[in-house]
């Protein structure tokens, strides 16, 4: 391997660290610094700013990578054919684990990043609302709200309720999932059923 391929991976490899570093350093401290980000990686903070020149780029990686995650889950859920609330149980409990890793952007769409996190987020809510509206159409959700704006309340929800297992971890994946689908509007035997034995 060339000097120059292995200076590239070694860069890539600590731009790598550094992100998932500033998700644990953000999700414990939204208001954190770069400062904080790079002793918590082990690097200088000159390091960090080689790879995110400000914060705000920081926080539009983080947010892009988020994306592509849930973007691929969303698609690939789905992709299955099955009913939109059997599809919204499989997407939660697909999502769960990278809603967990990225709930601090939550707290930063609130902040001064929100319109930069929102603009990025555009491919995640129209999916989600694709998937409610055929839900609404097929008399499966609720549709007294727009799906564009039920979709973000159910998801919303399972935002707040990654975001507070972090203390106690109790309540988990099936809790946001049958909390979502009430807030979708499924009859909460139908929505116990649904999610089944999910832990």
Same mark, same amino acid.
Not at 5 to 10: L, W
Not at 114 to 127: Q, Y
Not at 155 to 163: E, Q
């Given at each position: 391997?060339?000097?120059?391929?292995?200076?590239?991976?070694?860069?890539s490899?600590t731009?790598?660290?550094?992100?998932?570093?500033?998700?644990?350093?953000?999700?414990?401290?939204?208001?954190? &610094?770069?400062g $904080?980000?790079?002793? /918590?990686?082990g *690097?200088? %903070?000159?390091?960090?700013? =080689?790879? @995110?020149?400000?914060? +705000?780029d920081?926080?539009?990686t983080?947010t892009?990578?988020?994306v592509?995650?849930?973007?691929?889950?969303?698609?690939?859920?789905?992709?299955?054919?099955?009913?939109?609330d059997?599809?919204?149980?499989?997407?939660?409990?697909?999502?769960?684990p990278?809603?967990?890793?990225?709930?601090?952007?939550l707290?930063?769409?609130r902040g001064?990043?929100?319109?930069?996190?929102?603009?990025?987020? &555009?491919?995640v $809510?129209?999916l989600? /609302?694709?998937? *409610?509206? %055929?839900?609404?159409?097929? =008399?499966? @959700?609720?549709q007294? +709200?727009?799906?564009?704006v039920?979709?973000?309340?159910?998801?919303?929800?399972?935002?707040?309720?990654?975001?507070?297992?972090?203390?106690?971890?109790?309540?988990?994946?099936?809790a946001?999932?049958?909390?979502?689908?009430?807030?979708?509007?499924?009859?909460?035997?139908?929505?116990?059923?649904?999610?089944?034995d999910?832990?």
């Amino acid at each position: 391997m060339s000097t120059e391929s292995s200076r590239v991976r070694s860069m890539s490899e600590t731009r790598d660290r550094i992100l998932d570093v500033a998700l644990d350093v953000l999700g414990e401290n939204p208001d954190a &610094g770069m400062g $904080d980000i790079a002793s /918590a990686a082990g *690097v200088v %903070r000159r390091t960090v700013y =080689d790879h @995110f020149p400000s914060r +705000l780029d920081l926080v539009r990686t983080l947010t892009e990578r988020a994306v592509t995650e849930v973007t691929a889950v969303l698609t690939e859920v789905n992709a299955s054919g099955a009913e939109a609330d059997a599809t919204w149980v499989e997407f939660i409990a697909r999502v769960w684990p990278v809603t967990h890793r990225y709930r601090v952007l939550l707290a930063l769409r609130r902040g001064e990043y929100g319109e930069a996190i929102h603009g990025l987020l &555009g491919p995640v $809510d129209d999916l989600l /609302a694709d998937l *409610v509206k %055929r839900g609404q159409d097929g =008399d499966v @959700f609720a549709q007294h +709200l727009p799906a564009g704006v039920l979709s973000q309340v159910a998801y919303g929800v399972v935002f707040a309720i990654a975001d507070s297992d972090l203390s106690n971890g109790t309540l988990g994946a099936r809790a946001a999932t049958i909390t979502s689908l009430l807030m979708l509007g499924v009859p909460e035997t139908r929505a116990i059923a649904l999610v089944g034995d999910q832990p």
